[in-house]
């Protein structure tokens, strides 16, 4: 049995066919969060990659609250940065939210995402203990 993942704390794109997650049994599978801000339709300009991996940390944490689950059930994360020169700073967030053992994890340097400004973006993966 499938269900959707949503919060109305996490904002997307209106004109997006996507949602926050989807729920399978024992597994949450939560898609690529962006630190997405409706009043400019895409992420602020001035924004940083901290505090995009900030507000896209706290996303993850309302869309894991909503199945009732939190930080220490994810598995597996996949993170995506525009410029792996926000390596560090994208990791210094992150590893706030995150506690041993840490989810399994890949960082994967792109061109570009699909929303203006952005520099990161997060999915993650969850299991029901």
């Known amino acids: 049995m499938r269900k ?9 794109p209106d004109r997006a066919a996507l949602t926050g997650g989807v729920a399978a ?3 949450v599978f ?8 409706p009043a400019v339709d ?5 924004m940083d990659a901290a505090t995009q991996t900030r507000v896209i940390m706290d996303n993850i944490g309302h869309l894991l609250a909503s199945e009732g689950l939190g930080y220490g059930d994810i598995v597996k994360v996949t993170i995506f940065l525009t ?3 926000d390596l560090r700073a994208m990791n210094d967030v992150y590893s706030s939210y995150v506690t ?4 399994a994890r890949s960082t994967v340097g792109i061109t570009f995402l699909a929303i203006p ?3 990161v ?4 993966i969850a299991i029901r203990s």
Do not use: F, H
């Open 25 to 27: 049994g024992d597994q």
């Open 30 to 37: 939560l898609s690529g969060q962006m630190a997405y801000d």
């Open 4 to 12: 959707t993942v949503s919060s109305p704390d996490v904002k997307k």
């Open 117 to 119: 400004n952005g520099r």
């Open 121 to 124: 973006e997060i999915e993650a």
């Open 100 to 103: 041993e053992p840490y989810p």
């Open 83 to 85: 410029d792996i020169r």
């Open 42 to 46: 895409g992420i602020p300009a001035d």
